[in-house]
T-cell receptor, first 119, second 114 residues
């Protein structure tokens, strides 16, 4: 079974500073994908960034980058130059490629980290 | 471009009532799924479908039924609502092509069972 752990229930960051949101994962499948989603107070789920287990380079999307450390099974999200609009819940999620029973091919989510950006 | 739509946005039920949450997507995606989100729990998979006529259970399927008669629609039925089913429900869809395909989420349905 797959598991995602986000150990930071809440984080604070000063506007314009960088922040790292932690995510560790557990799977026995060698082929998997890692995702980060943002959920603002309005409730929608917004896709931010994706990292495949075989990708050689860390993924980047604008101000978002994913610090992928495969041996440590960690996939931390780095947000550079934080903005007030970054205040939201952030979820790390994983999908595996091999059929493994209930929920196969679907996303397994962590419990999320609430990020608050301070002006 | 509608994407994934869900109705209703809000619903209040009494214990024991039944209802159907509607979900539709216009992207011709094969994979569709239902999640529930509870405070401090993240999103948990209820049921999912890999194509019309094919459904399977996720992590928390008890008390819910699904069917997939068309590619576009994937309704979630609550058979006899219980207070423990108070939650926000998200429908999602994605194409059946690659591991990294983005999962598109609907706006959610906030359900309260009294």
């Amino acid at each position: 079974a797959q598991k995602i752990t986000q150990t930071q229930p809440g984080m604070f960051v000063q506007e314009k500073e960088a922040v790292t949101l932690d995510c560790t994962y557990d799977t026995s499948d060698p082929s998997y994908g890692l995702f980060w989603y943002k959920q603002p107070s309005s409730g929608e789920m917004i896709f931010l960034i994706y990292q495949g287990s075989y990708d050689q380079q860390n993924a980047t999307e604008g101000r978002y980058s994913l610090n992928f450390q495969k041996a440590r099974k960690s996939a931390n999200l780095v947000i550079s130059a934080s903005q007030l609009g970054d205040s939201a819940m952030y979820f790390c999620a994983m999908r595996v490629s091999r059929y493994s029973g209930a929920g196969s091919y679907q996303l397994t989510f962590g419990k999320g980290t609430k990020l608050s950006v301070i002006p | 471009n509608a994407g994934v739509t869900q109705t209703p946005k809000f619903q209040v039920l009494k214990t024991g009532q039944s209802m159907t949450l509607q979900c539709a997507q216009d992207m011709n995606h094969e994979y569709m799924s239902w999640y529930r989100q509870d405070p401090g729990m993240g999103l948990r998979l209820i049921h999912y479908s890999v194509g019309a006529g094919i459904t399977d259970q996720g992590e928390v399927p008890n008390g819910y039924n699904v069917s997939r008669s068309t590619t576009e629609d994937f309704p979630l039925r609550l058979l006899s609502a219980a207070p423990s089913q108070t939650s926000v429900y998200f429908c999602a869809s994605r194409a059946r092509t690659g591991l990294g395909d983005e999962q598109y989420f609907g706006p959610g349905t906030r359900l309260t069972v009294t």
